[in-house]
């Protein structure tokens, strides 16, 4: 089943066309991407609220999720097994808060 455009975002990666959206949670934040052409395979990748400091959860200083982060997390997943444009288990990647090079809101307070 796809994601509904209008609650989801559209990106191009190495010339394929993906959707995505995002869940925040108290301190976590999961990013779900599929692709837009094929009903296939889906991607699922959580990141931490604490990137941006101890105290961040998602009303203060939230994890800010970025085209950048989503292409970044599209490429890691295609190196790791995700096939887009096959039926099959969806990839759970896990936390990949310490995998993916992220960028902290600048506004935070790192502590």
Do not use: C
Not at 96 to 105: A, D, Q
Request: charged share 25%; proline share 5%.
């Amino acid at each position: 089943m796809a994601f509904p455009k209008n609650k989801s975002r559209r990106i191009v990666v190495n010339d394929h066309s993906y959707r995505w959206m995002v869940k925040t949670y108290d301190k976590t934040v999961r990013l779900s991407v599929m692709s837009e052409t094929y009903n296939g395979q889906k991607l699922f990748a959580i990141f931490q609220q604490s990137i941006n400091g101890p105290k961040a959860d998602k009303y203060a200083f939230p994890f800010i999720v970025t085209s950048q982060l989503v292409k970044d997390t599209i490429l890691y997943a295609l190196k790791n097994g995700y096939t887009p444009e096959s039926k099959g288990e969806n990839l759970e990647l896990g936390d990949l808060t310490e995998v993916i090079e992220i960028t902290p809101n600048k506004h935070a307070e790192l502590e």
